[in-house]
């Protein structure tokens, strides 16, 4: 049996793990190794074996012998099933005490479940969100760990010596327990696809809505990059519409399939979000854009049918071109900040629903740094949570409030324009309607009250007494009280 040598070890060496492993070496760690196919271990070993102190092994016994007490062992193997095997052999050549943590993007329930089953074993879980894709993992992820305050003491020093770093504070805080770091990690994702629909309308209402080339409007992002918008996003969508294709000199924008794939993530994070009853209206229209872009039968038949309609030129004279530009930027910051103010609502009312207490304000600091959703604009969105001023809504943050102000007529025009000539920004829209329905004085809600007390005595409340009301509808109109 190998000697306790590894503070550390990493399950599951494909990209994320692999990746992950290399980092902790290279931060001082003794990392143990292990992969179900001996074949990536080797590889792993072969290729970066000495960039710092590895112990492989074959077998999950090997591996657990390699660790030194307490020992710590992440996972980074395929979410789900494969996950749940992982635990079970772990735990079962573990002994009380050591921790276990999920870092792949597992399900926040699953987090619960299996945090719940390993902690009567006697052991620490810790679910651990783990943003920024592969070049996170090897360089400083942004890390959202779950589980108790007692692993974070262990872990604590170890995930901060590999995280990313954001104006001198690593991006990995103690999200809270069980299952609130995978939690917070879904509801990130949920806020990328958000801004990168968001981005994609931009760039649909420049390319199709003023006719601009790719490296136009690559230039634009480029100079955007420079304001409010500053981020990872708006900084990789000029690289990527920069880009030229090798074989035919052409835009690779334009050769790539118009279907948006994804893994699952957003959808968790609008059915979290539906369940419980937080409208996520940014995160759900960027998931159903997504959809609708791979109902690739569906749209070959609508365009077969030419169902009708404007073209989606926008009609815009050459000298106003400029201007309604900057007003797709106000369109965009505006809209971001709908999005941003839902996703940090569902966390809040995911703490509440699942007894965690999340300190807001820290995850817009971790999340400055190592993710994908990296923005300059976080500081501003952590300092608003900080302050206390963004304790209803971020939208109600004086900073936000005046943002949204300034950019408010340019929305508008954006979404008005875009409806008139036929332009899908159902991100935007669905963003500026949010903003209009949460500031509306009174909705046509009572109107569906109404309606759901005619055919189904769901009663009422009333505007000038208290209690529960049912009308006789059908009858002489006469509202009763409810028991
Ligand atoms: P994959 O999700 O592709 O998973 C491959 C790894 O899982 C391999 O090590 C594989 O082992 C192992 N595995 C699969 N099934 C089993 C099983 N039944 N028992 C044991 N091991 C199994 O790898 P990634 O590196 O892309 O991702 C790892 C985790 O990190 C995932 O949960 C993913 O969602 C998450 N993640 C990924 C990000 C990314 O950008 N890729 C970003 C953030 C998180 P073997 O080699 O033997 O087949």
């Not at 074949?39 to 492989?56: C, I, N, Q, W």
């Not at 993992?137 to 590999?162: C, D, F, R």
């Not at 899908?424 to 007390?453: E, N, W």
């Not at 055919?455 to 002489?476: C, K, N, Q």
Request: hydrophobic share 40%.
């Amino acid at each position: 049996m190998a000697e306790a040598t590894a503070n550390i070890g990493v399950i599951g060496l494909a990209a994320m793990g692999s990746n992950l492993a290399r980092n902790l070496a290279h931060h001082g760690n003794t990392v143990a190794l292990y992969n179900r196919h001996y074949d990536r271990t080797e590889k792993l070993m072969a290729e970066h074996g000495s960039e710092g102190k590895f112990v492989p092994s074959k077998t999950v016994e090997e591996f657990v012998a390699s660790l030194s007490k307490p020992r710590t062992a992440i996972i980074m193997v395929k979410a789900g099933a494969p996950t749940d095997a992982v635990i079970n052999e772990l735990a079962d050549a573990m002994e009380p005490g050591d921790i276990i943590v999920d870092g792949g993007n597992s399900y926040f329930m699953d987090t619960i479940r299996r945090e719940k089953d390993i902690r009567a074993r006697g052991f620490h879980y810790v679910g651990c969100g783990v943003s920024g894709g592969e070049e996170g993992a090897l360089n400083g992820p942004s890390m959202m760990p779950g589980g108790t305050e007692e692993s974070w003491q262990t872990l604590g020093p170890i995930l901060k010596s590999i995280a990313a770093v954001a104006e001198g504070e690593p991006c990995v805080t103690h999200i809270g327990e069980n299952g609130a770091g995978h939690f917070v990690k879904m509801v990130h994702n949920g806020i990328e696809y958000a801004d990168m629909q968001l981005i994609a309308e931009s760039y649909d209402l420049m390319r199709r809505g003023l006719g601009l080339d790719p490296g136009e409007i690559a230039d634009v992002f480029g100079q955007w990059n420079t304001t409010e918008l500053n981020s990872y996003l708006i900084e990789i969508t000029a690289e990527v519409l920069h880009q030229t294709d090798a074989k035919t000199g052409k835009p690779l924008v334009d050769l790539i399939v118009d279907h948006a794939g994804m893994k699952g993530t957003g959808t968790w994070t609008v059915q979290t979000a539906l369940s419980l009853a937080i409208p996520v209206t940014g995160i759900a229209e960027a998931v159903f854009a997504r959809g609708l872009s791979s109902q690739a039968e569906q749209r070959e038949e609508a365009a077969k049918q030419q169902l009708t309609g404007p073209s989606g030129s926008l009609d815009i004279p050459a000298d106003e071109r400029e201007a309604f530009i900057e007003d797709i930027r106000h369109a965009l910051y505006a809209s971001k900040i709908v999005a941003y103010a839902q996703g940090f609502d569902e966390i809040n009312a995911g703490a509440k629903e699942y007894d965690w207490k999340i300190d807001l304000a820290a995850v817009a600091r971790i999340w400055r740094g190592g993710c994908i959703i990296r923005a300059q604009f976080l500081n501003v969105v952590s300092d608003a949570f900080e302050s206390g001023e963004a304790n209803v809504s971020l939208l109600f943050a004086p900073y936000f409030k005046t943002a949204i102000e300034e950019a408010q007529e340019s929305w508008r025009r954006v979404v008005a324009r875009a409806a008139t000539y036929g332009i899908p920004v159902p991100a935007f829209s669905s963003s500026l309607s949010y903003y209009d329905g949460l500031r509306s004085k009174r909705l046509p809600a009572a109107l569906i009250q109404g309606q759901r007390d005619f055919f189904g005595a769901h009663t009422y409340g009333r505007v000038d007494a208290s209690g529960a009301f049912h009308t006789l509808w059908a009858e002489d109109g006469r509202p009763e009280i409810e028991a």
